[in-house]
């Protein structure tokens, strides 16, 4: 790591900056101290209550009872909408540009408002209740803000659902949330691409009685299958209803959304995030991290099926009364100079995307970039999976003019905001280190029995004492949340990243140690694909590991063994990948299929999954003790199958 340069604070982002070092160091003791206190203040500033809490915090990792804002009452969509009203109606909340370069809006908080009011009383009208759980599953436009903004003005609870999943997935996640009810749009275009989402909806509702309405936004000119007795058009149902609808009162501890993220197993969890801590939280991080002032431009370029888009998106800016940039579209469509393009168009001053999004152009030329100004822009930011040093130096220096700090923000679905990242204006930057914890985040790196590691050492990363934006639990199975986070360490909860900790206390991340891989930053299990692969009837097992890309960060490399009598051969492979397409989604479909005629197992039955990914990455150095194996003669079978 040694020959990595830092480098310094920039000298126009010192005088400009929320935070300065000092300022970062005093806070942060204050946090960890008196939480309570520390996180009281943050509430109180960045929140309007309808109602104060009695006591900000109780609880602990160990009896997983960790509670914020004890009988607080407060409403999101009031937070993030109607109190800017008095004193910003008519500054704009959400740029909107679609996924051609000439589709574009912009909604300023008095428009949302009234959007959101509407589509708040449709959902009424359809018969959703607070606590009912509301399946949203759009590209990203508007309305997805205002479907999301409208459940928590009415107390649903909504779970997005990523535009990129298959009618298999989407099942799933509608029985397992129990969703009475599903917005969706017609269709939509992903650059060239036409994403059937209606159609989706409709072959996922076969296997989902109880879903009772689909409100379905007209977004092309496409015709689509209706169903007359549970359709209904998005743009006539909001003409159909007033524009008055008063927030619900909510207390700090009630739902705000359920969604779905992989972990080990190969069924997702719902990940729940309640009201007043999840909200306090993204405000607080929003604030400080991205250094807001009055007239940034913040884009994110996460979708809102995802967490980013979620927190950073749509809660964190339009809670701190910001501008949110909304994309429809891809980098490269239609051409890729698209991102840039955008940030010259709408003055963009904040940027905050992903390391496989600056791998896919840095590869396409420097040129595509140098064409573009640029100039508005003030800070990058970097999110899901490690950004590697010289893709960090590329975004600093080709995108940012060597003049915008960049952000490198290691956080999780489970975590709710950002935990550990440099503080822009305050942090020296080391490329490919998320840096320093944010506000009352305690990590510490321990090692496989729980002892803490000093500086320098690698080990699992944990999370030392509760924070407000932590998940609350995942729906309908508490048991597996104490069991994935807190059981095996008690007292801390456990991130599944491998991390390290530098004698300047800055922390780097090394990736998963577990059986969940980062495909293009997309959070996908092993064994949700394996599963997939197993839906095919010619197989009889299949491993599946990551292995190292280019562009993605991680691809997804399959080890599959047929059915005897069952030959290998390429429209196999091809009926492989589809039926992963079909469980899962494309973001899930491996990039390469071994065939094997036996895993590597131990004698407990165990696959050697350790073996198989050094296989699949030709890393054959060290392939470490295999004496455990009940048949070693299979490693050698798999390396010439890997060779060939
Ligand atoms: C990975 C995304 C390195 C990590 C917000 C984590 C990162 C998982 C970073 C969570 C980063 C996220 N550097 N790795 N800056 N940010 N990760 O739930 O492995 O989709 O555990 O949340 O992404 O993924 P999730």
Redesign the pocket.
Known sequence: MSNIKNYPIAPKFTQQANISELQYHQMYTHSIIEPDNFWGQQANQLISWFKPWEKVSTGDFTHMDTTWFINGKLNVCYNCIDRHLPTRANHVALLWEGNEPQQSLQLTYAELFEKICRFSNVLKKQGVQKGDRVAIYLPMIPEAVVAMLACARIGAVHSVIFGGFSSDAIKNRLLDADCKIVITASDCYRGNKIIPLKHNIDTALLECPDVKSVIVVKHTENVIEWNDHRDYWYHEEINSVSVDCPCEEMDAQDPLFILY?SGSTGKPKGILHVTGGYLTYVATTFKYIFDYHDNDIFWCTADVG???GHSYVVYGPLCNGATSLLFEGIPNYPNPSRYWEIVDKYKVTIIYTSPTAIRALRHEGDHWVTDTNRKSLRLLG??????NPDVWEWYYTVIGHEHCPIV??????ETGGIMISPFPGAAILKPGA?SWPFFGIKPAIIDDHGNKLPADQKGKLVITQPWPGMAKTIYNNPDRFFNAYFKDYPGYYL???DARCDADGYYW?L??NDDVL?VSGH?ISTAEVENAILADLSVSEAAVVPIQHEIKGEAIYAFVTLKMGIKPNESLKKEIIQKVRENIGAIAAPDHIQWADALPKTRSGKIMRRLLRKIADNDLTDLGDTTTLTDPSVIDRLIRGRQM
């Open positions: 993220t995802w967490i980013t970097s999110v899901g999976e490690p950004i490198d923000t290691w956080w999780q679905t998320a991130t599944g990243d991340i990736g998963r980062k959070r």
